[in-house]
């Protein structure tokens, strides 16, 4: 199974630590979205979108580069690392997830954990959820990995 994962990782390295341990299963490279060839990802058969979550919605560089896209055929899933919860009624997957299909993706699964977050308020105290993601939220995106591998 030929597979990608396209991440962007700004802050503390969070989510490129959950996109490697992801790739170490799927036997895939991690790229940022200015590395990613767009036309690599209609060879693959799984290709992986992940960042942290900013205001909850998915980093500018990988939602400019997934709307850039022409459309696709393929497998896709989603990932994330935040430092606050999801909002129940308002999931940040969601919109990626919906532009993801609307290009001719299928969408498998999605994956989300906490991340250490500093962002404006958090950093007068030193941030939040310090130590994250942990060897537990790793393992959890190893076994993500292999359940989707397993879906092939």
Known sequence: ??????????????????????????????????????????????????????????????????????????????FATSGLPELR???????????LRAKGFEVADTFSCRGFDTWAPFRLVGGIRKGRPNGADLAAARVFAEDLQKIS
Do not use: K, W, Y
């Open 89 to 99: 009624f308002r999931p940040p997957a969601r919109p990626l997830v919906g532009t």
């Open 1 to 78: 199974m030929r597979s990608l994962i396209i991440c962007t990782s700004v802050s503390h390295g969070n989510t490129r630590r959950v996109a490697d341990v992801m790739a170490e299963v799927l036997g895939a490279r991690v790229v940022r979205p200015q590395e990613a060839d767009p036309a690599e990802l209609s060879a693959c058969d799984l290709v992986g979108f992940g960042s942290g979550i900013f205001a909850q919605r998915f980093h500018p560089d990988l939602l400019r580069f997934v709307a850039a896209l022409p459309p696709q055929r393929g497998r896709a899933f989603v």
